[in-house]
């Protein structure tokens, strides 16, 4: 009998923790499950682009409408339609789904849960909307049957150390991989770039180009790339810089954009759903984050062959092997991102060498096969747990 599988998201784009469930969805399928995609959104919202993606792939996808917050008639919903489908597994991916379901008891919902924690994007002290939403998200890891993250590095969370250890798992994000068995690397750019803006094209063969994606939010750092980049145009290189997201810091970058007098040099692209295939067009790519899980950007642009700077933080050190696969740099330094970005631009050998070993390593630890063979062990483990506390109830209640 087929594994059904209900994987629940509050998506806000088709940025990193949508397209690392897209591709779990995509072997899941291959590997014989049910996957269900619930997608949670506020009254009134038409269609989500996780749900648009998700349809043109021909996956099955509920939307669920609701109002904001805790909403736990909402939740009552889910969890009916998931034991009418006959659901074995529920799937959380973000701090909604957490909240709805992992502060739910046990005896209400009885269908075993896993968690995947993609990341958190609140960076400072304050007290806000997002931070009360991910202390809530904290408090319901402790009642999940199984907390998954995406690195090594985020076990070290002071949100995370009081979790029973016996129930975290590390299972990376991956990619799609179609060049695993080929011993010769893909030539970038491609030939054939009819389906990509010609104008973003034609900036970024324009200058020396560092591409950055993502979405437009403090904890990306964009503001010091931005002023990295007017310390490599003082220095005399014709650097230039393409942003690809959408945010609610979309107004403050183009400020500082105007501010340094860079609006020849910066383009804020907006949100590219089929942002990835401009990655072999950059002649470097940046992540200024200060906060992150294991980005999927990371692993597209290794596989895109694209070298790479990064922040050491999150799983970016682990997946880049401590400079071995791109250079590493301190977060919130526009020098030492301009430094890195120097030195690529002044040594090819090193760039090339960066770039060849960052692909050898996407393919053989990053694949997303790898990652959905990692999530049935942890199913089935669950489900096996389940029927055998089942079984010693029923014993217990005849005996």
Same mark, same amino acid.
């Given at each position: ?25 995509t072997e ?27 349809t ?5 996808i509920e939307?669920?409408?609701m ?10 919903k889910?969890?009916?339609f998931a ?10 991916h973000g ?15 009885r ?14 002290? /304050?007290? *806000?909307?997002?931070?009360? $939403?991910?202390w809530?998200?904290s408090?319901?890891?402790? &009642?999940?049957?199984? =907390?998954? !993250?995406?690195?090594?590095a ?33 030539t ?27 979405r ?19 220095e ?8 690809? /997201?959408? *945010?609610?810091?979309r107004? $403050? ?8 007098? &860079?609006?020849?040099r =910066?383009? !804020?692209?907006?949100?590219r ?27 597209e ?70 990652m ?14 389940a ?13």
């Open positions: 009998m087929s594994m059904k599988v209900l994987h629940i998201i509050d998506s806000g784009g088709l940025y990193g923790a949508e397209v690392v469930l897209l591709n779990l969805v899941q399928v291959k590997q014989g499950l049910e996957p269900i995609i619930a997608s949670i959104g506020e009254k009134g919202i038409a269609e989500k682009p996780l749900e648009t993606e998700a043109m792939r021909g996956f099955r939307k669920f409408r109002t904001p917050g805790p909403n736990y008639m909402g939740a009552l889910m969890l009916k034991r009418k489908e006959g659901v074995d597994i529920l799937h959380s701090y909604k789904g957490n909240i709805l379901f992992g502060l739910m008891p046990k005896r209400i919902r269908i075993p849960m896993v968690t995947t924690i993609h990341g958190w994007t609140s960076t400072g002290n /304050g007290f *806000g909307r997002m931070r009360l $939403y991910e809530l998200d408090k319901s890891l402790r &009642l999940m049957d199984t =907390v998954v !993250l995406v690195s090594e985020m076990k070290s969370h002071s949100r995370l150390r009081c979790l029973n250890q016996s129930r975290v798992h590390v299972i990376h994000n991956g990619i799609p991989i179609q060049d695993h068995a080929h011993p010769h690397l893909p970038f750019p491609p030939s054939d770039a009819a389906d990509l803006d010609p104008h973003i094209l034609s900036f970024c063969r324009g200058g020396y180009t560092i591409g950055a994606i993502g437009l939010s403090t904890e990306k750092g964009y503001r010091y790339l931005i002023e990295a980049l007017v310390l490599l145009i003082d005399g290189i014709d650097a230039q810089l393409v942003i690809m /997201g959408e *945010g609610y810091e107004d $403050y970058l183009k400020g500082l954009v105007a501010q340094f007098e &860079l609006t020849n =910066v383009m !804020l692209s907006g949100y759903e089929d942002a990835k295939q401009y990655l072999p067009y950059f002649n470097v790519f940046v992540i200024s984050s200060l906060t992150e899980g294991l980005p999927i950007t990371l692993l642009a290794m596989h895109a062959r694209t070298p790479v700077v990064a922040t050491e933080v999150g799983g970016i050190p682990e997946v880049l092997e401590q400079d071995r696969a791109g250079l590493l740099i301190e977060p919130c330094k526009p020098d030492a991102i301009a430094i890195a970005i120097r030195r690529l631009h002044c040594d090819k050998e090193l760039a090339n060498e960066l770039k060849s070993g960052a692909y050898h390593r996407v393919t053989i630890r990053y694949a997303s096969n790898t959905a063979l990692g999530y049935i062990d942890i199913y089935n483990a669950l489900i096996d747990d029927r055998a506390r089942q079984e010693i109830g029923l014993r217990s209640d005849l005996g």
